[in-house]
């Protein structure tokens, strides 16, 4: 009997996003670090940032319209950040990585689609942003193909980005005696 394949991502197109979803260079628009208080009435200063986002928000709750904002978290190519914190250029921090031992990140597939082509992903569960669905169905639909995560690649993410929120850190061990 054949083996079953599994493809990691699909090429996909329009205003419809899903849990997987991942948008390149998407605006996200943060206060400024420095504000002081109180704030200004009329306007807030803030700074645009660009990041690759990755939707972690389920997909029946974005069909289904129970949601109005949409939670994504960022994703950076390995060898760009390996750049940035030489010690996740080491194998041992990458297996690490891989085998869920490092909580804040996850990995993603490189695409082998050929109009889509990406390297490997290094996904931080510490950068989360929420953007409004009406303004990430508009990017989404303006910016051509993109990929989506398939099944079940797309469920071990949630499931990673489950056990890095899960956590709880106790204030004192426990004492057997």
């Given amino acids: 009997m ?3 394949s599994y493809p990691w991502y699909e090429a996909v197109a329009g205003a419809v996003i899903e849990q997987g979803d991942l948008l390149m260079q998407c605006p996200v ?14 306007e807030i200063p803030g700074v645009v940032n660009m990041y690759d986002l990755v939707v972690m928000t389920q997909s029946c709750d974005l069909t289904n319209d129970k949601v109005k904002d949409v939670i994504f978290c960022a994703h950076v190519d390995l060898n760009h950040a390996a750049q940035i914190d030489g ?9 690490s990585i891989l085998k869920g031992y490092r909580p804040r990140y996850a990995m993603l597939a490189a695409s082998d689609i050929q109009e889509l082509p990406m390297n490997v992903r290094l996904v931080d569960f510490g950068r ?6 009406s303004f990430t169905n508009q990017f ?3 910016n051509g193909k993109r990929l989506r995560l398939c099944p ?3 469920e071990h993410l949630s499931q990673a980005f489950a056990r890095f929120f899960m956590r709880v850190g106790l204030p004192q061990d426990i004492a057997i005696r």
């Avoid at 400024?32 to 704030?39: A, G, K």
């Avoid at 010690?87 to 297996?95: R, W």
């Fill in 128 to 133: 989360v942003f929420s953007l409004p669905k």
């Fill in 152 to 154: 079940p690649y797309r």
């Fill in 87 to 95: 010690a996740l250029a080491k194998n041992d921090a990458q297996q």
């Fill in 140 to 142: 989404a639909s303006k």
């Fill in 2 to 4: 054949p083996s079953r």
């Fill in 29 to 42: 628009l943060s206060p400024i670090s420095d504000l002081t208080w109180p704030l200004p009435k009329d």
